[in-house]
């Protein structure tokens, strides 16, 4: 599915599906894409050809920037606000309520919804340069739609951490010494190599057992179609403040220069 700006593709070889996105804005995430993302992880979860799946961002450097400023920008109340939001939301909850494991390849440094993503695949395989940051409290909203996937992963202690200093860039190995990382390679060919020697082995494991396996590790978390709507009516409503609006507008301004 492609876009005037970005897409998202997938392939699917061997009962592996890969789900590649692309946004030239360091891979952000607007809502379209957010939109394809979410579809294309609930068709491919009853695809009865796939036995696993990998998440995977396009380039070799940032695998994912976040939310999109120029559409958050453009939310002009909350009903906008909160359905820019459920975006995550959506992709988040397709992740959980996928019977397929999913493997997530992370080549470089992520912020806010990608860490979300992140946290919502079953086993992520990152490079050593991929750090993370949670940014959104820095812009007046707070990581709220994504905030229950992270903490499932990394504790509270970790996710205050990451939410609490939002401007300060948390490294690959302080992610994996927090469980949001299984493994982190020093260089592409061993990322991709971990990533498709896992792929492989979870292609010839029981499809039937791999779903019970993910509904255990996802047991707690029926309650999330209603929680992180309700989470993103939260960020819906403080991406209005004239705080949000000015803090955006000076990154945008920065970035620019």
């Not at 692309?22 to 993302?37: E, K, Q, T, V």
């Not at 994996?176 to 082995?201: N, P, Q, W």
């Amino acid at each position: 599915m492609r876009h005037n700006e970005g897409y998202v593709n997938h392939e699917i070889e061997h009962g592996i599906a890969t789900i590649e996105f692309f946004h030239p804005s360091s891979n952000a995430l607007p809502a379209a894409i957010l939109a394809d993302l979410a579809k294309t992880i609930n068709d491919i979860g009853i695809d009865s050809r796939v036995k696993v799946m990998i998440l995977r961002s396009a380039g070799d450097s940032t695998f994912c920037s976040g939310a999109s400023f120029d559409e958050l920008m453009a939310i002009t109340n909350e009903a906008e606000g909160k359905k820019f939001f459920s975006g995550f939301a959506h992709v988040i909850n397709a992740m959980r309520k996928c019977h397929k494991l999913i493997i997530g390849r992370v080549q470089g440094k992520a912020v806010g919804g990608g860490v979300g993503i992140i946290a919502a695949t079953d086993y992520a395989i990152a490079s050593d340069v991929a750090s993370v940051k949670l940014s959104e409290l820095a812009v007046g909203i707070g990581p709220f739609v994504v905030g229950p996937a992270v903490e499932r992963k990394i504790g509270v202690s970790g996710l205050s951490q990451l939410a609490i200093d939002a401007t300060g860039w948390r490294s690959a190995e302080w992610a994996k010494r927090h469980g949001l990382y299984s493994e982190i390679h020093s260089t592409k060919l061993e990322l991709d190599d971990a990533v498709t020697s896992l792929a492989e082995k979870l292609a010839q494991s029981s499809p039937q057992a791999m779903a019970q396996l993910k509904k255990v590790l996802w047991h707690g978390t029926e309650n999330w179609d209603v929680l992180l709507s309700e989470r993103a009516a939260i960020s819906g409503q403080l991406v209005l403040s004239d705080f949000t609006r000015n803090a955006i507008q000076k990154f945008k301004t920065k970035s620019a220069k």
